[in-house]
Each structure stands twice: as structure tokens, then as C-alpha cells.
């Protein structure tokens, strides 16, 4: 199983930019070219919402309509890390943000697992605040 550490968050004005970052580690030298990657968001009083996933093997990527055009996911698989750039960041982003890591087989949908929400590792998570 992957340990996940979000970094990145913080306080940004309506319009601007944030990149949080997900690096990845494991007992066994485990690196992220099996598995999915997926940041999710958490606001309070809201339900969990899958933003973006990425597959390891074809680079399929999934974004929900909320943040299609403004945030763009990328990894590194050689730095064990993945990204989140967010641009344009409007108040209704504000929630904390986790990410997740699952295995993945070659053909599977990164579009069914990141609505599924089914990871089995979980960053602790962190903060995103849009606010003037």
C-alpha cells in the first residue's frame, strides 16, 4: 500500500492559481506506474467529489464538469508524484483536497474509478481556501 503526502494548499484570491502536489512512497520501493491517481475535494456539508484522476499506463485522464478547462492533473512517475494545477480558482473550490492511489489494470476506465471513488490509499489531505 502507497503512503500519500498532499502539499500545495493555501489562501488564493478568486482568478488565481494554485499546483498541489502528491508524492508517493512505499515500504517495497513501490512506485506509481500500476496505479491510478485521483484528487478528490471535500468542502463542508458537501460530499466528496472525485476532480481529476489520472491512469498510469495510457495517461487517460478524467476531470468533473466543476473544474473541465481550469485545473489540468500531470505525474512523474520517475519523482513518484503527481499534480494538480488549478487555474482560475473560484470561491466554490474552496474545500480540502485529498488525493488517492489505486492499482489499475491497462484497461480499465480511469472515468469509472475516479467516479467510484474506490482508492485504497489515502493522503491526509489539504487545504484550498478561495477568498478575497
Known amino acids: 500500500q502507497l503512503q500519500l503526502v498532499e502539499s500545495g494548499g493555501g489562501l488564493v484570491q478568486p482568478g488565481g492559481s494554485l499546483r498541489l502536489s502528491c508524492a508517493a512512497s512505499?515500504?517495497?520501493?513501490?512506485?506509481?506506474?500500476?496505479?491510478?491517481i485521483g484528487w478528490f475535494r471535500q468542502a463542508p456539508g458537501k460530499e466528496r467529489e472525485g476532480v481529476s484522476c489520472?491512469?498510469?499506463?495510457?495517461?487517460?485522464?478524467y476531470y468533473s464538469d466543476s473544474v473541465k478547462g481550469r485545473f489540468t492533473i500531470s505525474r512523474d512517475n520517475a519523482k513518484n508524484t503527481v499534480y494538480l494545477q488549478m487555474n482560475s480558482l473560484k470561491p466554490e473550490d474552496t474545500a480540502v483536497y485529498y488525493c488517492?492511489?489505486?492499482?489499475?489494470?491497462?484497461?480499465?476506465?480511469?472515468?469509472?474509478?475516479?467516479?467510484?471513488?474506490?482508492?485504497?490509499?489515502w493522503g491526509q489531505g489539504t487545504q484550498v481556501t478561495v477568498s478575497s
Open positions: 512505499g515500504s517495497s520501493g513501490s512506485t506509481l506506474n500500476y496505479y491510478a
Open positions: 489520472i491512469h498510469s499506463q495510457n495517461a487517460n485522464t
Open positions: 488517492a492511489a489505486n492499482l489499475i489494470l491497462p484497461v480499465s476506465s480511469i472515468r469509472t474509478m475516479c467516479l467510484s471513488g474506490r482508492f485504497a490509499s
